[in-house]
């Protein structure tokens, strides 16, 4: 739906309020047909003008928190089952998104949350979610946080975030690093993408739970079937 041509448009030029318009002009409330069906969504649907849109009439980047995808459902559904994983925890959602996994932690009585997105439209998105279900919204930080020497998390949530080798390779040597000084525990969610598949990572994990997608996710996703959450252990 959208090319590499549509990245870096003009949203940093756009008041809260003007995205906040766009967003509630250009998206759909949902989330039933997702592995979360009790967090509420704003998310880019078929009965959505821009489904089908010429991606160059797009005016911000790609949104990639537009859609809810299969890892960081995954990711939410386990710390929704599993609240004492999020309990009283300063939790960073790394590469957030729609804000669920981030929203989900807040759910379940995390003590500070941080959602960490490059895209400034999706800092609105995840507040614009957050009041949909009725929670204070997370700190929304929209710097570039891997490879920075940040305060410390005691649990750190990445959700589809292995779909790029050097990506994959960047974040594999980051965590290791806040596991050094802070000790953080950190939850992966991936549908088992190739580049996460093949990467060295794989074996510095130990599944938790694997959920069984549903069957619009799965058309979503090219027929992907299951989404599992792991356990970063890295080899110190």
């Known amino acids: 739906m959208f090319s590499q041509t549509s990245r870096r448009r003009c949203g940093s030029h756009n008041s809260e309020e003007q995205i906040r318009r766009f967003i509630s002009e250009n998206t759909e409330v949902t989330g039933e047909q997702s592995l979360t069906p009790e967090i509420k969504l704003r998310l880019l649907t078929p009965t959505c003008r821009f489904y089908r849109e010429k991606p160059d009439l797009w005016p911000f980047d790609e949104p990639y928190w537009a859609i809810y995808w299969p ?9 929704l089952d599993n609240p004492v994983v999020c309990r009283d925890q300063t939790v960073l959602d790394l590469g957030s998104g729609c804000g669920a996994s981030a929203i989900a932690a807040k759910l379940c009585g995390a003590a500070h949350v941080v959602a960490n997105d490059i895209d400034s439209v999706a800092a609105v998105a995840t507040l614009m979610n957050s009041e949909l279900n009725g929670v204070d919204p997370p700190v929304c930080v929209t710097e570039n946080l891997i490879g920075s020497k940040m305060e410390g998390f005691s649990l750190i949530l990445l959700g589809d975030m292995f779909y790029d080798e050097a990506l994959a390779n960047s974040l594999h040597s980051w965590l290791v690093c806040c596991i050094k000084l802070h000790g953080s525990k950190v939850l992966i969610g991936d549908p088992g993408r190739t580049q996460f598949e ?34 970063y252990h890295p080899h110190l």
């Open 71 to 79: 890892g960081g459902q995954a990711l939410s559904r386990f710390i």
């Open 198 to 231: 093949d990467h060295d990572i794989r074996h510095c994990l130990h599944q938790l739970a694997q959920f069984e997608l549903p069957e619009s996710v799965r058309e979503e996703n090219y027929g992907l079937t299951s989404s599992t959450v792991w356990s």
